[in-house]
């Protein structure tokens, strides 16, 4: 386990290398968010999501292994999300939880 001294350390570190985050690559048509189990791939997606929301830009967040539960399910989540804001131009479709969504429904590849 890391004692302070080693967490502030790799926490220096992190701020020395900056990773690009979520707000940097609005423009980007698709990004996808890659990393370990825990890592904070959900976390980042959420504090996303309540930023775009908080802004009034029209957005949606999906967690494909907890808001769908088969094909027919997700199809329709997804065409609400893709339909909605449509007359605004810009929209957001946040989806979480597709390693999941993959394994626990049929169909869904």
Known sequence: MANSAQIRERLARRRRTRLPHL?????TPAVVVLGE???GKSVALEQEHAQLDAAGVP???LHL???VFDVTSAATRLEQA???GLEVGTR???L????EGLSDIPGLE
């Open 37 to 39: 189990r825990g890592c």
């Open 82 to 84: 893709l339909c909605t």
């Open 23 to 27: 707000e940097d690559m609005r423009q």
């Open 59 to 61: 957005v949606t967040f």
């Open 65 to 67: 292994g907890r808001d």
């Open 96 to 99: 979480d939880g597709l390693d």
């Open 92 to 94: 957001f479709l946040l």
